[in-house]
């Protein structure tokens, strides 16, 4: 980023306009907090958000996945078509049926989903605000797209940045920067996506008496053998990837061989590649477990079936990247510290592709994300707030982004 607004004489009066607004930015967030939005049924949150974008003038789409997306245009002609993404998720692990109940205690304010993401997507109201304002389209060097998508958390496995990423391709667009607007926060900077998959390995054979069948090959066994290897895999896999049997089931009777056992495995790497050979261990690990079970009744071969429950892409960006840097400078501009951090993010899908990402907290703190015991408290949350403005005016006010 070689040139760049710095913005010192018409940034600080809008960013004070929006410190003044910090009740209205908590009402926001508690609203969309209260509207309930499990993976795969964002609607009701995504229509909350499409209105709320609406009345300030955007002119709001939707597409085939669910997600809300946004265009801001800048003011002037331009030459730089690629625009920066600001992406956001609507979704929470919460079921349809969680009491959603807000309890304020100080400036503490207690309810599923307060903080992840009700505070990303108070930001994104915020921004969509931000930059509709004259001083900031006049010099926006590139368009900004706002997404907020369905699918991030569980087995969403990141459908909507995916759907999002995938129609911009077939359009040939390919954004200079991405950021995601994660929960609360305001030092850390994501730059490296933990990649994941998650399998359930299924074994079944014939079964049988325990006594009368006593060389039917056991499924619990050859589970009970991959088990074990993995165990050993995964201690001599970390640090660079990470391994475990996270559940196992098998059985039917005390008294019979079982038909069926299974196992799920959660496997992470930050490297895909590393991800890749460590999947392909585990698969080599069931192939020779099955097959041994089964060395003293071929006619009765166990099988195996691996059924892919999560599926997350690993990428990263390093820590001088002018993404990071540019995100970093906006850090130290409201007198934080930045840090580098890892995570599982809708960041994961373009820096998967090799498109420039990050992920960042939207002010305030928060504990308890993914329980029903979140909080988030709002001190100084003006300072992470703000530390978003700055950053993504800055990606989009920016002469050169490239390397
Ligand atoms: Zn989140």
């Known amino acids: 980023m070689t040139t760049m607004d710095s913005g010192k004489d018409w940034l600080p009066p809008l960013l004070a306009t929006w410190r003044a607004q910090r009740a209205w930015i908590l009402e926001q967030q508690v609203a969309i907090a209260r509207t309930a939005a499990p993976t795969g049924n964002e609607s009701e949150r995504a229509a909350l958000l499409q209105q709320d974008w609406r009345d300030c003038g955007h002119a709001v789409t939707r597409d085939g996945a669910g997600n809300v997306m946004a265009r801001v245009t800048p003011a002037r002609p331009i030459s730089h078509s690629a625009p920066v993404v600001c992406l956001a998720h609507l979704d929470t692990v919460f079921r349809a049926d969680e009491p959603l109940v807000v309890l304020q205690d100080g400036t503490r304010t207690y ?27 006049a010099r926006l060097q590139r368009p900004i797209e706002l997404v907020l998508t369905v699918g991030e958390e569980g087995e969403g496995n990141l459908r909507g940045a995916t759907q999002w ?11 200079v920067a991405a950021v995601a607007i994660d929960g609360p ?3 850390t900077i994501v730059h490296h996506a933990v990649g994941s998959r998650r399998w359930r390995i299924t074994v079944t054979g014939v079964g049988g008496h325990s006594w009368a069948n006593a060389t ?12 074990a290897a ?7 896999s970390r640090p660079s990837g990470v391994v475990a049997v996270t559940r196992m089931h098998g059985g039917e009777h005390l008294t019979g061989i079982p038909a069926q056992a299974w196992l799920d495995v959660d496997m992470r790497s930050l490297d895909p590649a590393r991800l890749r050979t460590l999947s392909d261990e585990v698969e080599r690990i069931v192939v020779r477990a099955v097959r041994d079970a089964s060395q003293l ?3 009765q071969a166990l099988r195996y079936a691996i059924t892919v429950l999560g599926d997350r892409p690993a990428g990263m960006i390093d820590a001088h990247h002018p993404l990071v840097l540019a995100a970093a400078a906006a850090t130290r501009a409201v007198g934080r510290v930045p840090q580098s951090a890892s995570a599982s993010t809708d960041a994961n899908v373009p820096l998967s592709r090799g498109i420039p990402a990050i992920a960042i907290g939207a002010g305030g703190t928060g504990s308890g994300a993914h ?3 979140e909080w988030y408290d709002d001190t100084d949350s003006d300072i992470g707030l ?6 993504v005016v800055a990606l989009g006010t920016a002469e050169r982004l490239a390397r």
Do not use: W, Y
């Not at 307060?114 to 505070?119: A, E, Q, Y």
């Not at 990423?165 to 954004?175: N, V």
């Not at 993995?230 to 001599?236: E, N, W």
């Open 371 to 373: 329980t029903a015991h």
């Open 216 to 227: 039917t090959p056991n499924p619990v066994h050859a589970a009970g053998v991959c088990i």
């Open 111 to 137: 309810c599923p989903g307060i903080g992840d993401n009700g505070r990303g997507l108070a930001a994104m109201s915020v921004l969509a605000r931000v930059l509709q304002q004259p001083e900031v389209r």
């Open 297 to 299: 009744q071929p006619a």
């Open 230 to 236: 993995i165990a050993r895999l995964a201690d001599a």
């Open 185 to 187: 926060g305001d030092c």
């Open 386 to 391: 703000e530390r978003v403005i700055r950053t």
């Open 165 to 175: 990423f995938d129609d911009a391709a077939a359009r040939g667009l390919t954004p």
